[in-house]
C-alpha cells in the first residue's frame, strides 16, 4: 500500500489543521493505522492510532482531548484532526499502516507516507 500525507501547514496557536493520509490499493481497510511525528532532533514519535474498522482509538497523552483520529474506509483515507495547537506540536507529521492489530511503536509499521510538515507559531 501506498500513502500520501497532506494538510500540513502554519499555524498560530490555538488554532486547528486537519492531516488527511490518502493510500492506493483495495486492501486498505485490513490496516490498522497510526499517524506518528518527528521534531528536529528528536525521535519519531506515536501520536495516535486507530484499528482497522475504526472502533478502537488511542492517543499519546500530550494530544488527548485535542487530537482526533479517525478513517473512511470508503475513501481509503485516515484523518487526523488537530485543534488547539501548541508550538510544542511542531513536527513532521508522518501516517504509516501495518497489518493485524495498532501498535505504539514505528518500527512495527510496514508502510509509511512521505511526511507534512505542522509549524505552529506562538
Known amino acids: 500500500v501506498q500513502l500520501q500525507a497532506s494538510g500540513g501547514g502554519l499555524v498560530q496557536a490555538g488554532g486547528s489543521l486537519r492531516l488527511s493520509c490518502a493510500a492506493s490499493?483495495?486492501?486498505?481497510?485490513?490496516?490498522?493505522m497510526g499517524w506518528f511525528r518527528q521534531a528536529p532532533g528528536k525521535e519519531r514519535e506515536l501520536v495516535a492510532t486507530?484499528?482497522?474498522?475504526?472502533?478502537?482509538?488511542d492517543y499519546t497523552d500530550s494530544v488527548k482531548g485535542r487530537f482526533t483520529i479517525s478513517r473512511d474506509n470508503a475513501k481509503n483515507t485516515v484523518y487526523l484532526q488537530m485543534n488547539n495547537l501548541k508550538p510544542e506540536d511542531t513536527a513532521v507529521y508522518y501516517c504509516?499502516?501495518?497489518?493485524?492489530?495498532?501498535?505504539?511503536?514505528?518500527?512495527?509499521?510496514?508502510?509509511w507516507g512521505q511526511g507534512t510538515q505542522v509549524t505552529v507559531s506562538s
Open positions: 486507530i484499528t482497522w474498522n475504526g472502533h478502537s482509538t
Open positions: 490499493g483495495r486492501t486498505f481497510s485490513s490496516y490498522a
Open positions: 504509516a499502516a501495518r497489518r493485524g492489530s495498532t501498535s505504539s511503536r514505528p518500527h512495527a509499521y510496514d508502510y
